[in-house]
């Protein structure tokens, strides 16, 4: 059952700035896919428009059959709880215990206060992190942080995970640790779209692998590896001077 769909999907930012090109590809429901490519090649700019933070120039996404182009703009933050989002960018509140950052997504999908509590002592538990429940953010280690990301964005229950780059500045155990909380997520049926630089972890995982590469999609292969497409500069040279041919026609 396809649960997301990208129809030639173009980003274009301020200043002609390419996010992404004319990319396409079905994600089955409970499927593990990672993103791949160099630093700017479109991953994150795909992964955000996917949870609809930002619109496609041109193209359609759709999500559980729904055009997310379509959708009405009081209807979106409904739409976007369906989505449990992993990211640098969202880091946790410094003033705030592991508990309370994780709870506040609760609070903000408007979630009943009688299951706060116990939800939150769950999702802690789940990521192995519920004995620094207590702890505030400058208090934990980076792979602890990371797994108290991963509990906020797992705590709403959702469809779909977008992760962009778990294992940033991480040592290779605790990237392993987190990968396979991650697979074992997705075994339990969630959708699981990874943005990765790790070649030895993309490559030993032997996940759907979709590469771009300056923003165009060059591979996507079924329990694939970290392909050399996705860091070689001569390929990125290839598609931006088949870009500029195209642009002169």
């Not at 508990?99 to 609760?106: H, I, P, R």
């Not at 694939?224 to 002169?248: C, L, P, T």
Request: proline fraction near 3%; include cysteine; charged fraction near 30%.
């Amino acid at each position: 059952m396809k649960e997301i769909e990208f129809k030639n999907v173009t980003k274009v930012f301020s200043n002609d700035v390419i996010g992404i090109e004319n990319v396409s590809f079905e994600i089955e429901k409970g499927e593990f896919v990672f993103i791949v490519g160099r630093s700017g090649s479109g991953k994150s700019t795909l992964l955000k428009l996917l949870s609809s933070q930002i619109e496609p120039t041109s193209g359609n996404i759709l999500v559980g059959g729904i055009d997310t182009g379509k959708l009405p703009d009081y209807k979106r933050p409904y739409f976007r709880r369906q989505f449990g989002i992993m990211e640098r960018e969202l880091g946790l509140l410094d003033d705030r215990t592991a508990f309370d950052n994780v709870s506040l997504a609760m609070y903000a999908t408007e979630q009943p206060a009688r299951l706060i509590k116990k939800r939150v002592g769950q999702v802690l538990s789940t990521t192995g992190i519920s004995h620094r429940a207590l702890a505030f953010p400058h208090e934990l280690s980076v792979g602890e942080t990371a797994r108290v990301l991963l509990a906020r964005a797992l705590v709403i229950n959702p469809k779909i995970m977008i992760v962009d780059e778990p294992t940033a500045n991480l040592d290779p155990d605790a990237s392993w640790d987190l990968m396979c909380l991650l697979d074992d997520l997705n075994r339990l049926g969630v959708t699981m779209i990874v943005a990765s630089h790790s070649r030895e972890l993309v490559t030993i995982m032997k996940k759907r692998v979709i590469t771009l590469v300056s923003g165009v999609k060059v591979l996507d292969e079924k329990h694939g590896i970290y392909n050399s497409k996705a860091m070689d500069i001569f390929e990125e040279k290839r598609v931006e001077s088949e870009r500029k041919r195209n642009q002169k026609l």
